[in-house]
C-alpha cells in the first residue's frame, strides 16, 4: 500500500503561481496530477513515469510543468500563468502501470481569483 500526501495548495491572483508537492510512502513506477472543479467531471492534469515520460492535459500546456525526484518519491507540479478556471481540488495519484491508478491523495484545494 502506497500513501500520498500533497502539499502546496492555496489562493493565488489569476497570473500567479503555486507549486503543489506529493510525496509517496514508497517507490512507484507513474505518478501523476487531475482535478476537479465543482460540479465538473475529474480531468487528467498532468502525469509522468519514473522514467520522465510525461502528458498533459491541453489546458495546461505550457503553462504547468510536473517533474519527480525518484530518490525522494515525490512529484512536482509547477503551476504558472494560472487561471481563475484553473480553480479546483487537486488529487495526486499513483499506480504501477501508466494511467492505471491505484492509489490517491487526499486532495489539495487550488483558488485563482480574478
Known amino acids: 500500500q502506497v500513501q500520498l500526501v500533497e502539499s502546496g495548495g492555496g489562493l493565488v491572483q489569476a497570473g500567479g503561481s503555486l507549486r503543489l508537492s506529493c510525496a509517496a510512502s514508497g517507490s512507484i513506477y507513474a505518478m501523476g496530477w487531475y482535478r476537479q472543479a465543482p460540479g465538473k467531471q475529474r480531468e487528467l492534469v498532468a502525469a509522468?513515469?519514473?522514467?520522465?515520460?510525461?502528458n498533459y492535459a491541453d489546458s495546461v500546456k505550457g503553462r504547468f510543468t510536473i517533474s519527480r525526484d525518484n530518490v525522494k518519491n515525490t512529484v512536482y507540479l509547477q503551476m504558472n500563468s494560472l487561471k481563475p478556471e484553473d480553480t479546483a481540488v487537486y488529487y495526486c495519484n499513483a499506480g504501477t502501470r501508466y494511467f492505471q491508478w491505484d492509489y490517491w491523495g487526499q486532495g489539495t484545494q487550488v483558488t485563482v481569483s480574478s
Open positions: 509522468i513515469t519514473s522514467g520522465g515520460r510525461t
